[in-house]
C-alpha cells in the first residue's frame, strides 16, 4: 500500500532546453527519461503525479509549486561541464531528502556504471537557483554529464534498464 504522494519532473523543456552537448539537448533527454519512469512506475501500480502529459512537460516555476504538493519530488536534469571528462550522477537537495539522494545516486552510478559523485547540498550546483529543492521540497537528479560522449552512450545503453530500477527503488520508498 502506497503511503507517500510522488512527483516526478523533466527538467527543462523547448523553452529552457538545458544544456547541450554531443549533439543532445538536455530537454530532450529529461522528457524521454521522465516517460520512461513513469510508464515503469504504472506496471508497478505507483501513483504518482508529473509535470506533463507524454512528451511534454510544464516550466520549471510550475514544477517546484507542483513538487511541493508531494512528499517526494524528482526532477531530472543532466550535468555539462567545458571539459569533457567530466562524468558521474549527484543528487541536489536538503538534508531531509539526502538519504534518498544517495540511494538514487547509487542506483545509477551501478546501472550507468558511472561515478557516484554524491547527494549535495543544493548550493553545489548549478540548478540552485531553481526552487525546486528550497520551495518545493525536491530533489535534482544530475542522471549523468551530456558533454561526456562515454556517460551519454552509457545513459543511452541504459535508460530502460535504469528507469526499472529507479521505479523499483521508488515504489519501496513510497511504501516505507
Keep these: 500500500m502506497q503511503?507517500?504522494?510522488?512527483?516526478?519532473?523533466?527538467?527543462?523543456?523547448?523553452?529552457?532546453?538545458?544544456?547541450?552537448?554531443?549533439?543532445?539537448?538536455?530537454?530532450d533527454i529529461v522528457l524521454e527519461f521522465r516517460d520512461y519512469l513513469a510508464k515503469a512506475l504504472q506496471a508497478r501500480d505507483v501513483e504518482f503525479s508529473k509535470d506533463g502529459e507524454l512528451?511534454?512537460?510544464?516550466?520549471?516555476?510550475?514544477?517546484?509549486?507542483?513538487?511541493?504538493?508531494?512528499?517526494?519530488?524528482?526532477?531530472?536534469?543532466?550535468?555539462?561541464?567545458?571539459?569533457?571528462?567530466?562524468?558521474?550522477?549527484?543528487?541536489?537537495?536538503?538534508?531531509?531528502?539526502?538519504?534518498?539522494?544517495?540511494?538514487?545516486?547509487?542506483t545509477i552510478s551501478e546501472v550507468l556504471d558511472i561515478t557516484n559523485r554524491g547527494a549535495k547540498d543544493e548550493a553545489s550546483g548549478q540548478h540552485s537557483r531553481l526552487a525546486f529543492v528550497?520551495?518545493?521540497?525536491?530533489?535534482?537528479?544530475?542522471?549523468?554529464?551530456?558533454?561526456n560522449e562515454d556517460d551519454l552512450d552509457k545513459y543511452h545503453s541504459g535508460k530502460l534498464q535504469l528507469a526499472e530500477k529507479l521505479a523499483d527503488l521508488l515504489m519501496e520508498e513510497v511504501r516505507a
Design 3 to 27: 503511503k507517500k504522494s510522488l512527483f516526478i519532473s523533466a527538467g527543462h523543456s523547448d523553452t529552457d532546453p538545458g544544456a547541450a552537448g554531443n549533439g543532445q539537448r538536455e530537454a
Design 134 to 147: 528550497s520551495q518545493g521540497n525536491g530533489i535534482i537528479v544530475e542522471l549523468f554529464f551530456i558533454s
Design 55 to 106: 512528451g511534454q512537460n510544464l516550466p520549471l516555476n510550475v514544477a517546484w509549486r507542483k513538487a511541493a504538493e508531494h512528499d517526494i519530488a524528482i526532477e531530472f536534469h543532466c550535468n555539462s561541464f567545458l571539459r569533457p571528462t567530466a562524468t558521474g550522477v549527484e543528487t541536489l537537495s536538503s538534508d531531509a531528502n539526502k538519504p534518498l539522494g544517495a540511494r538514487i545516486c547509487q
